[in-house]
Nanobody, 126 residues
Framework: QVQLVESGGGLVQPGGSLRLSCEAS????????LMWFRQAPGNEREGISC???????GYASSVKDRFTISRDNPQKTIDLQITSAKFEDAGVYYC????????????????????WGAGTLVTVSS
């Protein structure tokens, strides 16, 4: 049974940094692309970043050059480093997989996702 467990959420000041982590179990995450999605109150869940089995990455334009996704296959974790946080970065961050090897052009389509974590809340406030 696929399990994705996020951690690291909390309060960050505008301009500040925060590191989110997702631990995968119940499958072999090495073979698959893994993603981070975000949902702000009243908004649709949106794709933020993807990292493929071959370490290719993709980012939403709103976070490119501020967020960095990485993975540690032996630890079965993926991380999302948030820097230069903005108010609009607030929301619940979800780890996800579509059980595909590569990110491709459709990684941010939430309907393609097979498994979701429960999410971790990020609040941006001064």
């Amino acid at each position: 049974q696929v399990q994705l467990v996020e951690s690291g959420g909390g309060l960050v000041q505008p301009g500040g940094s925060l590191r989110l982590s997702c631990e995968a179990s119940g499958f072999t995450p090495d073979y698959y692309a893994l993603m981070w999605f975000r949902q702000a109150p009243g908004n649709e869940r949106e794709g933020i970043s993807c990292i493929s089995s071959t370490l290719g990455t993709g980012y939403a334009s709103s976070v490119k050059d501020r967020f960095t996704i990485s993975r540690d296959n032996p630890q079965k974790t993926i991380d999302l480093q948030i820097t230069s946080a903005k108010f609009e970065d607030a929301g619940v961050y979800y780890c996800a997989t579509a059980k595909k090897r590569f990110c491709g052009d459709t990684w941010a389509v939430k309907d393609n996702i097979e498994s979701w974590g429960a999410g971790t809340l990020v609040t941006v406030s001064s």
